[in-house]
């Protein structure tokens, strides 16, 4: 039976399935061609050479030349459809795979070729089960988030509580802004990239993807969420905690505690062959048994109205995903998150966020901070 023919035109810096198959970072689209043999990459002169030495897996073709070739047979500007189609000719092959992120007007430019393409979902399916290799690497973009909450942890407890419990760092107000950006500095001396750090406090908490602005005060949930990049591997860490600078009142304790323990049952219910969407239901269940109502109130969500947890790899958010919706079973390898969360604009919001690595007996935590309400 013959192999299917890959194709995959993108930029290895923001594409996943391109920097899997080539373990190469190039900022600008290239073309990578798998036809069942050595994966064959088409380079620009700029990239060539490192591609032939960081990526030795793969067999680098210059674009250039295949330019020259595709003049002198009387294509007057070759483009990348015109060098795809110059390869594919070359091994007779007119039908590829393609992501089905392929790029529209490349696609359309392909089949006025002469090309056909297959639009594939899940285009490298292993990329779901993690070897022991991706695990690695994981685990060291999730201390790089390590790193930045406990810079963070460690500004919070050096604040001054202030007039109207409002927290004062080096003489200054303490914001959103400036918390975050002590964060992502001591990401970024740990060589990971920080995008998007979420600090949100009190009301802007219940928004669990507002990323918080303004002064931050006293005695009230405060929900820090990082998920750096690795700036050498790809692969991104996340972690979420939430604390309280002072004291909780009872409300956020028995929220806080609530949240804890719902976390503990995801990671129960976590193991090879589990429905993904049991267990967030299961945790979901709790919640409930617990008197935490979610829906819309008052014309927004509260409650618990996000999943459970994603995938974690090459993408932030990636398969498989533990949600309500969610279909298929977890499998020994997938590397997830486990955050669930509450969040009541009169309360305030919680969540927590470790990372799990699914085994076939269980799972096992790659988290290593602590969780500590009060600080």
């Given at each position: 039976?013959?192999?299917?023919?890959?194709?995959?035109?993108?930029?290895?810096?923001?594409?996943?399935?391109?920097?899997?198959?080539?373990?190469?970072?190039?900022?600008?689209?290239?073309?990578?061609?798998?036809?069942?043999?050595?994966?064959?990459?088409?380079?620009?002169?700029?990239?060539?050479?490192?591609?032939?030495?960081?990526?030795?897996?793969?067999?680098?073709?210059?674009?250039?030349?295949?330019?020259?070739?595709?003049?002198?047979?009387?294509?007057?500007?070759?483009?990348?459809?015109?060098?795809?189609?110059?390869?594919?000719?070359?091994?007779?092959?007119?039908?590829?795979?393609?992501?089905?992120?392929?790029?529209?007007?490349?696609?359309?430019?392909?089949?006025?070729?002469?090309?056909?393409?297959?639009?594939?979902?899940?285009?490298?399916?292993?990329?779901?089960?993690?070897?022991?290799?991706?695990?690695?690497?994981?685990?060291?973009?999730?201390?790089?988030?390590?790193?930045?909450?406990?810079?963070?942890?460690?500004?919070?407890?050096?604040?001054?509580?202030?007039?109207?419990?409002?927290?004062?760092?080096?003489?200054?107000?303490?914001?959103?802004?400036?918390?975050?950006?002590?964060?992502?500095?001591?990401?970024?001396?740990?060589?990971?990239?920080?995008?998007?750090?979420?600090?949100?406090?009190?009301?802007?908490?219940?928004?669990?993807?507002?990323?918080?602005?303004?002064?931050?005060r006293a005695n009230e949930p405060i929900i820090i969420d990082i998920f750096p990049r690795s700036q050498k591997t790809g692969y991104f860490g996340d972690i979420t905690r939430t604390v309280v600078r002072g004291r909780a009142n009872e409300a956020v304790r028995k929220l806080y505690d609530t949240v804890l323990h719902g976390q503990k049952i995801g990671f129960e219910k976590i193991r090879s062959k589990a429905p993904a969407a049991e267990v967030h239901k299961a945790v979901q269940k709790f919640f409930t048994q617990q008197g935490w109502r979610t829906g819309r109130r008052d014309g927004r969500m509260e409650g618990f109205f996000?999943?459970?947890?994603?995938?974690?790899?090459?993408?932030?958010?990636?398969?498989?995903?533990?949600?309500?919706?969610?279909?298929?079973?977890?499998?020994?390898?997938?590397?997830?998150?486990?955050?669930?969360?509450?969040?009541?604009?009169?309360?305030?919001?919680?969540?927590?966020?470790?990372?799990?690595?699914?085994?076939?007996?269980?799972?096992?935590?790659?988290?290593?901070?602590?969780?500590?309400?009060?600080?």
């Amino acid at each position: 039976m013959k192999s299917e023919t890959l194709l995959i035109v993108a930029d290895s810096e923001r594409d996943a399935n391109m920097l899997y198959a080539t373990d190469l970072f190039v900022p600008d689209p290239f073309i990578y061609l798998n036809f069942g043999r050595r994966p064959l990459i088409v380079l620009s002169d700029l990239e060539i050479d490192r591609a032939r030495a960081q990526a030795p897996h793969c067999h680098a073709v210059s674009l250039s030349a295949c330019q020259q070739k595709l003049r002198s047979d009387g294509v007057k500007s070759p483009r990348h459809a015109h060098v795809i189609r110059l390869l594919l000719r070359e091994q007779k092959i007119r039908r590829v795979i393609v992501p089905d992120n392929f790029p529209l007007g490349l696609a359309r430019d392909l089949k006025k070729l002469g090309i056909k393409l297959k639009p594939r979902a899940s285009f490298f399916p292993k990329r779901e089960i993690k070897s022991a290799d991706e695990v690695r690497k994981i685990s060291a973009a999730l201390v790089m988030a390590e790193v930045g909450m406990a810079e963070g942890m460690e500004v919070l407890r050096r604040s001054k509580i202030g007039r109207n419990r409002s927290l004062i760092y080096h003489g200054l107000p303490l914001t959103s802004e400036k918390l975050r950006s002590v964060i992502d500095c001591a990401i970024l001396q740990a060589c990971g990239l920080a995008t998007n750090t979420i600090v949100a406090g009190g009301r802007q908490a219940c928004d669990p993807h507002e990323r918080g602005h303004g002064r931050l005060r006293a005695n009230e949930p405060i929900i820090i969420d990082i998920f750096p990049r690795s700036q050498k591997t790809g692969y991104f860490g996340d972690i979420t905690r939430t604390v309280v600078r002072g004291r909780a009142n009872e409300a956020v304790r028995k929220l806080y505690d609530t949240v804890l323990h719902g976390q503990k049952i995801g990671f129960e219910k976590i193991r090879s062959k589990a429905p993904a969407a049991e267990v967030h239901k299961a945790v979901q269940k709790f919640f409930t048994q617990q008197g935490w109502r979610t829906g819309r109130r008052d014309g927004r969500m509260e409650g618990f109205f996000h999943g459970t947890g994603h995938g974690l790899g090459l993408e932030i958010h990636e398969a498989p995903r533990m949600g309500a919706t969610s279909t298929g079973n977890l499998k020994a390898g997938h590397v997830v998150t486990v955050e669930p969360g509450l969040y009541y604009p009169e309360i305030g919001g919680v969540r927590l966020e470790d990372v799990a690595l699914v085994t076939a007996s269980g799972s096992k935590n790659l988290t290593r901070f602590e969780k500590v309400l009060e600080i």
